[in-house]
Nanobody, 125 residues
Framework: QVQLIESGGGLVQAGGSLRLSCAAS????????MGWFRQTPGKEREFVAT????????SYAESVKGRFTISRDNAKNTLYLQMNSLRPEDTAVYYC??????????????????WGQGTQVTVSS
């Protein structure tokens, strides 16, 4: 079993930056990829970015390309999301997730197996 704990959320003004972290513990063997999703009340959980754990191959939602960067430290079992040029539309609860499934680029919620508790990101105008 994998436990994921996010941190780094907060309140920022539009144009600002935040760096989210997700520490993984427990049995992480077998993880194929990790990713970030976000969700606002009344909306579906939305894919943000993913990274293959070994190769480092990444994929981003179109809405965050050029602004967000996903990365990981394999030795520390830690996932990061650097968010720059934040917009009010980025306001959401951000979740990190781990996928055990054999696929190149998991981008759907159902493709992930473990989830963190979420961290709130609020961007004011």
């Amino acid at each position: 079993q994998v436990q994921l704990i996010e941190s780094g959320g907060g309140l920022v003004q539009a144009g600002g930056s935040l760096r989210l972290s997700c520490a993984a513990s427990g049995r992480t063997f077998g993880n194929n990829a990790m990713g970030w999703f976000r969700q606002t009340p009344g909306k579906e959980r939305e894919f943000v970015a993913t990274i293959r754990w070994i190769s480092g191959s990444t994929s981003y939602a179109e809405s965050v390309k050029g602004r967000f960067t996903i990365s990981r430290d394999n030795a520390k079992n830690t996932l990061y999301l650097q968010m720059n040029s934040l917009r009010p539309e980025d306001t959401a609860v951000y979740y990190c997730a781990a996928s055990l499934k054999w696929m190149d680029i998991p981008t759907m919620e159902v493709e992930y197996d473990y989830w963190g508790q979420g961290t709130q990101v609020t961007v004011s105008s």
